[in-house]
């Protein structure tokens, strides 16, 4: 029975010890694959979103599908992509933007993330909330209201910026120091947002 007791404590050692059943580190927020080299970085990037909660709103609130959203930040993707070497794509952009976009008198926050879906699937997406009252009452408290989101599933870009368009519409870009941009308005009618053609040619 002796013998047989330290054969179990030994195998228990090994388990607990053996690689195998170590878990996995999380991937980075963002993998670039070296190749092909002659393309941009946010097209041969892979983005990983992990958050459960994007600028303090939970991603089930969001969109009840996603399992995880990351709300972008220069810190997400570090200077080696975002600085000179990695082409600069956030030159006269940005990944988060207040502004009254419907024209009243109370701002709205605009951002761009990544977001996975519980089925797996992966995208970018584009969000509009109303900026938290100063003083809110019980009811407000800890509540900011979304005025907008869409979602652009396998987009073939890990990049999304935002700038405001000549009549102070919101314009989002999916790259950086190009023309692919899409100008999002607000209908006064319907009261929301709309993606609205392409935005203006910088």
């Known amino acids: 029975m002796k013998r047989l007791w330290q054969s179990l404590v030994v195998l228990a050692a090994v388990a607990?010890?053996?690689?195998?059943?170590?878990?996995?580190?999380?991937l980075?927020?963002?993998v670039v694959q070296a190749e092909p080299a002659r393309d941009p970085w946010w097209q041969r990037a892979t983005l990983n979103p992990r958050a459960s909660t994007v600028r303090?709103?939970?991603?089930?609130?969001?969109?009840?599908a996603w399992c995880a959203a990351?709300?972008?930040t220069r810190e997400l993707f570090g200077e080696e992509l975002l600085g000179a070497v990695g082409g600069s794509p956030l030159?006269?952009?940005?990944?988060?933007l207040e502004h009254s976009f419907d024209g009243s008198s109370r701002p709205q926050t605009a951002f761009v993330g990544a977001y996975r879906r519980c089925n797996g699937e992966h995208g970018l997406f584009?969000?509009?909330?109303?900026?938290?009252?100063?003083?809110?009452?019980?009811?407000?408290?800890?509540?900011?209201?979304?005025?907008f989101l869409v979602e652009v599933p396998d987009p073939g870009?890990?990049?999304a910026a935002l700038s405001l368009e000549p009549d102070g519409a919101l314009a989002v870009w999916w790259c950086g120091s190009c023309n692919n941009g899409h100008r999002i308005a607000y209908n006064r009618e319907t009261r929301g947002f709309y993606v609205a053609g392409p935005a203006s040619r910088r």
């Open 16 to 26: 607990v010890t053996s690689p195998h059943a170590q878990t996995t580190p999380p």
């Open 56 to 64: 303090g709103i939970s991603v089930k609130r969001l969109e009840p």
């Open 126 to 147: 584009v969000a509009i909330v109303d900026r938290p009252v100063e003083r809110p009452s019980q009811r407000e408290a800890g509540r900011q209201r979304v005025r």
């Open 70 to 72: 990351e709300a972008f």
């Open 91 to 96: 030159e006269g952009l940005t990944f988060t």
């Open 157 to 159: 870009t890990a990049f």
């Open 28 to 30: 980075p927020f963002v």
